[in-house]
């Protein structure tokens, strides 16, 4: 399960800059801990918690982008923002599928068939809502993104 | 869904501690800009904007509990008063978040539930368990309405973001 980076109580007199590269490298090794997960896609969860964790990355880094040079800082904002947006789509989906099955029992027989309807088709767009979540993984693979983050963000000036 | 409110007067070079006391009211105040709209249970964008509001403020406060929270080992009561009541305004800002969530979630289903039969090509019968959704989550979308409102009156008639601001503000540097 997605949980919060843990934070030494010794950070607290720590600068900020050098508590923010700590949490912010942290919190994205988590992200993509999820990642191999999420591409298999036969466990929701794992979607559900790069999601969680792609949120808190952008807490942090909203919190403490004065820390960083804004060019580069941007550009790596913006593909963490679009890991929330796709996958948000995809759980968006998983969420909806779930809620509509449990659901299910409380109904007649007659009303039921339409709701399987509409679980069949919520599938059909979780697998197209999936797409562009690949597409988006399979880019930021083959841009080295997770080098160039981890190098921009866990250097120090 | 609303940017994030930049946030002024960071310190880089000074303690993460210091920099608690200017991030973390500005994520409250970022909190309280929705305020103006949320008594009408019409203003779905606005109730859903103060909810991810929320939880900007929420991860911020966790990425500061450390400020707030005296580490157990050092302490022979498991806890400070501050911990206490760190913890407390940390559970009122999770319980708005949650209650917020369930709104927005009975709202996303009521717009997937009408835009499907809008499209759908069922037969009348088929409609039928659609339709009793669309009822079932109307209700509990207005239960779940009332129950935030009545939170957050609450919160109101106590004084809730003085003090959450006031308590925020006093971490010794």
Known sequence: MAAEVKIEASASDETLETCAREIIVNYF?????????????????????????????????????????????????????????TMGAVRDLDVLINRFQKTLKTLSEAEQAGIKELIEHLHREREEARKPMLTLFRQLEETGFETKFLEFFGRRT | MAKAHKIS????????????????????????????????????????????????????????????????????????ADDKRFAEFLAVIVDLQEILGDIHDCDVVLQVLTDYTHQSASSATRKDGIDRLIDQTRETRKADYEKFLEKWEHLSTIDFKRKLLSFLVTVPI
């Open chain 1, 29 to 85: 090794h988590e992200m993509m801990s999820y990642k191999d997960g999420a591409k298999d896609g036969r466990d929701i969860e794992f979607v559900h918690d790069m999601r969680v964790t792609s949120r808190r990355l952008r807490a942090a880094m909203d919190n403490f982008a004065d820390c960083f040079p804004k060019k580069l800082f941007r550009k790596h904002y913006k593909k963490v923002k679009a890991i929330t947006r």
């Open chain 2, 9 to 80: 007067g960071v310190k880089p070079l000074s303690s993460y501690r210091e920099n608690a006391r200017i991030i973390l009211p500005q994520k409250v105040e970022e909190v309280y800009t929705w305020e103006p709209f949320i008594r009408d249970p019409a203003r779905r964008e606005e109730l859903h904007n103060m909810r991810i509001s929320i939880k900007r403020l929420r991860y911020t406060m966790e990425l500061f509990r450390v400020v707030y929270e005296f580490p157990k080992e050092y302490s022979k009561e498991g806890g400070t």
